[in-house]
């Protein structure tokens, strides 16, 4: 069951499982384990599908008929249904994001969307590479998702001025300044170009810190999403996993007011690396 524990000083322990007991190392046990996992994997996916029909079908006929603030109470029902079903638990800490700020964090997994969108749902900026992702790319893109291509300086420039625009209008929205997913141990350097719309619409950012725990307490390696894994491969790799723990931190916002990009991309670096390891390079800010 999916635990859901919002607080400003994380009073409670970030776990709220006991750690499964290490299994025999007989051949007949490991054949067990192994069954059991495919069919908790089997059966997850299973229900992750319905669950994906039906949000395509609420979001075709009740998105044009309901208000944003509707939509945004289903979007975070249906994103907190979505963790439950791939046995993901939600723990999340710190004060909740105010209307119109710019949400930044490190980027773990595709999962990373729901996650927040589960706590405080919110628009996002992603790679256009989702758009064409099956099904799942549909509802993102009909959920205040806005697409940057990575390759192209001019993309950056009309989604710096959409998120003027929605900042300034009360909107908050969420960039993975890293540009790319990482395994969760280290950060990328932050990419300042976005930072630009906080400071233009004159709004806060506000740091926020992800991680991914196993049923043991570890980090875990489930929800990585890196390399050449593919999406299928990574959806059939967090379903077999006994559980996994979501830890969200959010972190105090940063003002903009005399700041450069620059200032801001290093600032909400540094907040975030404080607990998920060094960068792998000398620059956190490009």
Not at 44 to 54: C, D, E, K, S
Not at 155 to 178: H, I, N, T
Request: charged residues 20%; aromatic residues 6%; hydrophobic residues 40%.
């Amino acid at each position: 069951m999916s635990l859901i524990n919002i607080s400003a000083d994380f009073e409670h322990p970030v776990l709220s499982f006991t750690p499964q007991p290490t299994p025999p190392h007989a051949a007949g046990a490991t054949r067990h384990t192994g069954l059991r996992a495919s069919l908790r994997m089997s059966w997850r996916i299973a229900r992750l599908a319905t669950h994906v029909a039906t949000g395509c079908s609420r979001v075709a006929v009740l998105y044009p008929l309901v208000s944003e603030r509707t939509r945004r109470k289903i979007r975070a029902r249906w994103s907190r249904q979505l963790l439950q079903m791939l046995g993901i638990e939600l723990q999340a800490g710190g004060p909740l994001p105010r209307p119109g700020q710019l949400l930044v964090s490190n980027h773990i997994s595709w999962v990373d969307v729901f996650v927040i969108n589960a706590i405080s749902p919110l628009g996002f900026v992603c790679k256009d590479e989702i758009r064409s992702w099956p099904v799942l790319g549909w509802l993102v893109a009909r959920n205040d998702t806005v697409f940057i291509r990575r390759s192209s300086r001019s993309s950056a420039g009309e989604v710096r001025k959409q998120l003027v625009g929605s900042l300034a209008c009360g909107r908050s929205v969420m960039v993975f300044p890293e540009g790319t997913t990482t395994d969760g141990r280290s950060m990328l350097p932050f990419r300042a170009a976005l930072f630009q719309a906080a400071i233009d619409a004159g709004r806060p950012v506000k740091p926020v810190r992800l991680s991914y725990l196993d049923h043991t307490g570890e980090r875990s390696d489930a929800t990585t999403f890196i390399g050449d894994t593919t999406f299928w491969q990574s959806v059939c790799r967090i379903a077999r996993a006994p559980r996994t723990l979501a830890r969200v931190e959010l972190l105090p916002a940063v003002p903009t007011g005399g700041q450069t990009r620059r200032d801001l991309a290093l600032t909400a670096h540094t907040r975030i690396s404080g607990q998920c390891g060094a960068t792998d390079g000398t620059d956190t800010v490009i």
